[in-house]
């Protein structure tokens, strides 16, 4: 027996907000702009800025600029969003390089310079690489929920950004940031469409990271022309 089944009253609850939800869509967005000359990308292990500085910290992103509050991160999650990013970049058109290539270009970078903030040593990956752009992001917390699926005791919550930066000048043609609290609906009705994706649970902090980073890449720019082979 489902738990539709066993319990009605849910999967009319559950039904009516999929009517409401639809009723309050937002309108189209706009598509996302196209970059020229933008085939090669480099993506970067995420950077665990909390290892990096400690939990319970305010930090300043070499990324965005932004501020976080740095906190625990879950084991392999970061792995996780780093592999979410790549396959989701490599589905747009982009010929991504990552893993082996980014820890070659790291070492070689490395090598190359006594000392340079994240940012300047994504840029010299990206050039030893021979990438065109390079996309460098950081977690800062990525902290499980305390409970099961409904009946949690704390949301999962997470912090990152990321951004993607030109290699020939260093601009930045893309970036994000991402740091929030899993949200009862009564806090959030705007955000019906995740309360039923997630069919009302409380979702594991890696489910919760993947959907939020999956959300900021719908506005990311799309190459011009095939991927380079």
Known sequence: MTRAEKYPAI???????????????????????????????????????????????????????GVFTTGPVAEGVSDELSRTLIAQVAALGYTVSASDDAEGARSLAVASKKSMSERDLALEMGRKSGADGVIIGCVYRLEERVGANYSAEKAASAAFDAALIRVADGAV????????AQKPLSDNLLDMSSFLKRRGTWVTVSDFAKDALTKKLEGFPRPIGPAKQ
Do not use: K
């Open 173 to 180: 043609l893309w970036s994000a940031r991402f740091d929030e």
């Open 11 to 65: 999967a009319v609850f559950m039904a009516f907000l999929a009517l409401l939800a639809a009723s309050c869509a937002t309108p189209a967005a706009t598509p996302p702009r196209t970059l020229p000359g933008m085939n090669t990308v480099l993506v970067t292990p995420f950077v665990d800025m909390s290892a990096l500085h400690g939990p319970g910290q305010t930090v300043r992103s070499p990324v965005t600029g």
